[in-house]
């Protein structure tokens, strides 16, 4: 556990929950991240047993603190400082909703006509 406290958009990038460490930022200062309903700042300091709630990507996780680390680790050792409380129906809202976000063609057929495309958009977009 380290000695000095540890920012939460410090923490949010240790455990891989944002790519960089600016991504973690802009997420406190827009809102995104949440303790108890109330947003939290970039600069708030983070506890053991703390229950944190974030957008990352749609996605709508609630994470609980177990330890405290300043240096982000590997992706296997995570659980070892964080425990996702995310509620599985949530993951399976983001699953149902990649898989139905793209159209998909079989493989060899090419690119659909002019006739095809008019199709697809008339029934995308009406």
């Known amino acids: 556990m380290p000695s000095e406290p540890v920012r939460i958009d410090k923490y949010l990038w240790a455990v891989r929950l944002y790519k960089t460490r600016s991504l973690a930022t802009d997420a406190c200062r827009c809102g995104h991240v949440r303790m108890g309903g ?25 994470v609980e603190v177990k330890q405290v680390l300043g240096n982000r680790v590997g992706a296997k050792l995570v659980e070892n400082y964080m425990t996702d409380l995310t509620p599985p129906e949530e993951y399976e809202r983001i699953r149902m909703v990649r898989q139905y976000a793209f159209e998909t063609r079989d493989r060899g057929v090419g690119r659909p006509t002019k006739r095809e495309r008019r199709d697809i958009e008339s029934f995308k977009y009406k």
Request: proline share 8%; aromatic share 4%.
């Open 38 to 62: 109330q947003p939290v700042k970039p600069s708030h300091e983070v506890k053991a047993g703390e229950v944190y709630e974030l957008s990352v990507e749609q996605v709508h996780k609630v």
